[in-house]
Structure formats: structure tokens, C-alpha cells
């Protein structure tokens, strides 16, 4: 089995910082590109960043300059640094990794998410 397990959500003030971790774990030979994508309420979810295995970025025009993703591959785990938060950052946000996993193939694998709330 694999699992994604992510952490470092909560409420901060508009303005603030927060670090997402998203750690990988189970029956992985090899991951891909990792990503940090979120849902606000009524709406739909979008991709927030991405990372290749190779470390080349990308992020969504709303994050950009704010926002920094990264990965550790020893811990095959992927963060997401958000600083100058606003209350529009306020989703769940959830990882999503490309995989090989032992039993060969390659998937996609969600975690179940953390919320991040901006707010005064």
C-alpha cells in the first residue's frame, strides 16, 4: 500500500506563513512529480504547484512569488512554503504524487488533505 500523509495546516492572519509537508510511504519504488493542489468551498480544485522529480517548477498565477514547493527525496516528501497568505489561500490542500510502486505500474495517489484558513 502507499499513503500520503499531509501536515502544517491551520488559521493564520492574513499576511502570515505557513508550511505544508506531504510525506510518502509504503510500497514505492520510485516517485515522479509531486504536487500541491486546493479546493475552496463552491469551488473547484486547482493546482496550486508542481515539482518533477528532477526539481523544475510550476505554479498557478495566483501563488506565484508568494508560494514555494519542494521535495525531499530521501523522505520522499513534498512542501509547500506560503508566505504573504491571504484570505482567498483559505482551501483544503491536498498533495497528489505520480508513483511507480513495487508491484510496478505507475498511479496517482492522493492525501485526504489539510485546511488552511486565513482569517483575522
Known amino acids: 500500500q502507499v499513503q500520503l500523509v499531509e501536515s502544517g495546516g491551520g488559521l493564520v492572519q492574513p499576511g502570515g506563513s505557513l508550511r505544508l509537508s506531504c510525506a510518502a510511504s509504503?510500497?514505492?519504488?520510485?516517485?515522479?512529480?509531486m504536487a500541491w493542489y486546493r479546493q475552496a468551498p463552491g469551488k473547484q480544485r486547482e493546482l496550486v504547484a508542481r515539482?518533477?522529480?528532477?526539481?523544475?517548477?510550476n505554479y498557478a498565477d495566483s501563488v506565484k512569488g508568494r508560494f514555494t514547493i519542494s521535495r525531499d527525496n530521501a523522505k520522499n516528501t513534498v512542501y509547500l512554503q506560503m508566505n504573504s497568505l491571504k484570505p482567498e489561500d483559505t482551501a483544503v490542500y491536498c498533495c497528489?504524487?505520480?508513483?511507480?510502486?513495487?508491484?510496478?505500474?505507475?498511479?496517482?495517489?492522493w492525501g485526504r488533505g489539510t485546511q488552511v484558513t486565513v482569517s483575522s
Open positions: 497528489n504524487t505520480a508513483l511507480r510502486p513495487t508491484w510496478g505500474g505507475m498511479s496517482s495517489y
Open positions: 509504503g510500497s514505492i519504488s520510485e516517485i515522479y512529480a
Open positions: 515539482i518533477t522529480s528532477g526539481g523544475s517548477t
